[in-house]
T-cell receptor, first 112, second 119 residues
Framework: DAKTTQPTSMDCAEGRAANLPCNHS???????VYWYRQIHSQGPQYIIH???NNETNEMASLIITEDRKSSTLILPHATLRDTAVYYC?????????????FGQGTRLTINP | GAVVSQHPSWVICKSGTSVKIECRSL??????MFWYRQFPKQSLMLMAT?????????EQGVEKDKFLINHASLTLSTLTVTSAHPEDSSFYIC???????????????FGSGTQLSVL
């Protein structure tokens, strides 16, 4: 199963773009990259996912490098409510089951 | 997005009692649900995979007799913590899987979590 590496923490000013990097150098060709975030004491919230192409939705943009070994989640105009732990996950196949295994994530703090 | 309802949000119980946590997919059917546990300032740890109509698959180190999982319908999975002890105090989170019919990719939608405190 592919594993991800993310910075432990990041800070960003309110109103600026927050760019969260993720390395997944051992990702397989058919594995998707997923991003979730977790605000304190809540369940994780789905943000976006992608395979090869860059993706955009109402929450964020996902930029995946051509070799797929890394990706960046972009929150275009960060607000205080975007303060959360952000998890970059690749779908792991263990024991024949499709699972999402969480790493430690990046604790993003948006500062006023 | 899809909605997953988890109940209760928090529960306090005495040591030795059992606690049941419910996880419902409100607007979609989920043949597979997952149960996670999270300790303070740590990431989510997968406990088990719940499959509708069959036995759950437990991760290594998770006691199946301690954490009973029932997935009797396509919209409901339950986790029962039996004979709870203080070390079982944790944040328990369920999730349900959906598949995009066009791309075949999958998403997990999560419940809001249950904070269990065992006295």
């Amino acid at each position: 199963d592919a594993k991800t590496t993310q910075p432990t923490s990041m800070d960003c000013a309110e109103g600026r773009a927050a760019n969260l990097p993720c390395n997944h150098s051992t990702i397989s060709g058919n594995e998707y990259v997923y991003w979730y975030r977790q605000i304190h004491s809540q369940g994780p919230q789905y943000i976006i996912h992608g395979l090869k192409n860059n993706e955009t939705n109402e929450m964020a943009s996902l930029i995946i490098t051509e070799d797929r070994k890394s990706s960046t989640l972009i929150l275009p105009h960060a607000t205080l409510r975007d303060t959360a732990v952000y998890y970059c996950i690749v779908r792991a196949v263990i024991q024949g089951a499709q699972k999402l295994v969480f790493g430690q994530g990046t604790r993003l703090t948006i500062n006023p | 997005g899809a909605v997953v309802s988890q109940h209760p949000s928090w529960v306090i119980c005495k040591s030795g009692t059992s606690v049941k946590i419910e996880c419902r997919s409100l607007d979609f059917q989920a043949t597979t649900m997952f149960w996670y546990r999270q300790f303070p300032k740590q990431s989510l740890m997968l406990m088990a995979t719940s499959n509708e109509g069959s036995k759950a698959t437990y991760e290594q180190g998770v006691e199946k007799d301690k954490f009973l999982i029932n997935h009797a319908s396509l919209t409901l999975s339950t986790l029962t913590v039996t004979s709870a002890h203080p070390e079982d105090s944790s944040f328990y989170i369920c999730s349900a899987r959906t598949r995009d019919s066009q791309t075949g990719s999958e998403k997990l939608f999560f419940g809001s979590g249950t904070q269990l405190s065992v006295l």
